[in-house]
């Protein structure tokens, strides 16, 4: 079992940045792939980015590339989630995701899930 909590969401105005973190308590936490994922009101989940367990390569979706990077510290069990240039169409509840020796894209693929954070983007 892998516990995620994730942290760093807020308000912001249209413009703005934030950055999210999310801590796992598993010492493999190198062996795990890790995405973000969001889900807006009355919306699916959507995949937002994946970073993957052994050289950290990354993947975004097309809504969010070039505005958001992924990242991790294996040392810190960490993965964050910078988001700049945000806009209100980012407004969601952001959750982290992980999944053993793959990375998790689609919701299917996702072993674990944090608690979900809120982000709020005001023009």
């Known amino acids: 079992q892998v516990q995620l909590v994730e942290s760093g969401g807020g308000l912001v105005q249209a413009g703005g940045s934030l950055r999210l973190s999310c801590v796992a308590d598993k010492r493999s936490f190198s062996n795990y792939g890790m995405a973000w994922f969001r889900q807006a009101p009355g919306k699916e989940y959507q995949f937002v980015a994946s970073i993957d367990f052994s050289a950290g390569g990354t993947k975004y979706a097309d809504s969010v590339k070039g505005r958001f990077t992924i990242s991790r510290d294996n040392d810190r069990k960490t993965v964050f989630l910078r988001m700049d240039s945000l806009g209100p169409e980012d407004t969601a509840v952001y959750y982290c995701?992980?999944?053993?020796?793959?990375?998790?894209?689609?919701?299917?693929?996702?072993?674990?899930w944090g608690q979900g954070t809120q982000v709020t983007v005001f023009s």
């Open positions: 995701a992980a999944a053993w020796r793959r990375v998790p894209m689609r919701t299917e693929r996702v072993e674990y």
